[in-house]
Antibody, heavy 124, light 105 residues
Framework: EVQLVESGGGLVQPGGSLRLSCAAS????????MHWVRQATGKGLEWVSA???????YYPGSVKGRFTISRENAKNSLYLQMNSLRAGDTAVYYC??????????????????WGQGTTVTVSS | DIQMTQSPSTLSASVGDRVTITCRAS??????LAWYQQKPGKAPKLLIY???SLESGVPSRFSGSGSGTEFTLTISSLQPDDFATYYC???????FGQGTKVEIK
């Protein structure tokens, strides 16, 4: 069964750090781009970071310089190191696999497998 | 950055209704758009990629159209399982729309 399982969420004080993990199973992890997406309670989805199969990384301005995405293919694992956390970072964090669909001459994408989410609460 | 705007924010409909949700991009994104369905407490589910291509296993009552800056998601005959929140996403910089909640009328 194709599966993603997040862990590492919890309560952290403002300015603190937390490392999220995402364990992948049932597919060739190293062949897929992976993302983190978050959702504050009652709010919409917000893209947080991405890592390509070659280890290239991408971030929106809201987390750039504070968050670091990484992967360890030998362990089928994705990580998100979050530093200098703020109250606004409080959310459920999902990891997601990106499926590439070929439709010549371009690839198109969709996040086709998601984890169940892990909750991060930043509060004093 | 490209911004995505969905309308309406909330939509009240009945089982059997035809439902259309609109997503507008602040600049052209060709067909680089996906649609997701999310139910409360659950992770999103991919419905549509490439603006109009149905993901495997998704019922054919769902369809997508559009290119450039204006896109639509249509549910041809709303079913009880379809009451949920729907999001568009462009994959130039992976921005989501703010979501459209489809609720029971």
């Amino acid at each position: 069964e194709v599966q993603l399982v997040e862990s590492g969420g919890g309560l952290v004080q403002p300015g603190g750090s937390l490392r999220l993990s995402c364990a992948a199973s049932g597919f060739t992890f190293s062949s897929y781009d992976m993302h983190w997406v978050r959702q504050a309670t009652g709010k919409g989805l917000e893209w947080v970071s991405a890592i390509g199969t070659a280890g290239d990384t991408y971030y929106p301005g809201s987390v750039k310089g504070r968050f670091t995405i990484s992967r360890e293919n030998a362990k089928n694992s994705l990580y998100l190191q979050m530093n200098s956390l703020r109250a606004g970072d409080t959310a459920v964090y999902y990891c997601a696999r990106v499926k590439r669909f070929w439709s010549g001459p371009h690839y198109y994408y969709g996040m086709d497998v998601w984890g169940q989410g892990t909750t991060v609460t930043v509060s004093s | 950055d490209i911004q995505m705007t969905q309308s309406p924010s909330t939509l009240s409909a009945s089982v059997g209704d035809r439902v259309t949700i609109t997503c507008r991009a602040s600049q052209s994104i060709s067909s680089w758009l996906a649609w997701y369905q999310q139910k409360p407490g659950k992770a999103p589910k991919l419905l549509i990629y490439k603006a109009s291509s149905l993901e495997s296993g998704v019922p054919s009552r769902f369809s997508g159209s559009g290119s450039g800056t204006e896109f639509t998601l249509t549910i041809s005959s709303l079913q009880p399982d379809d009451f949920a929140t729907y999001y568009c996403q462009q994959y130039n910089n992976w921005t989501f729309g703010q979501g459209t909640k489809v609720e029971i009328k």
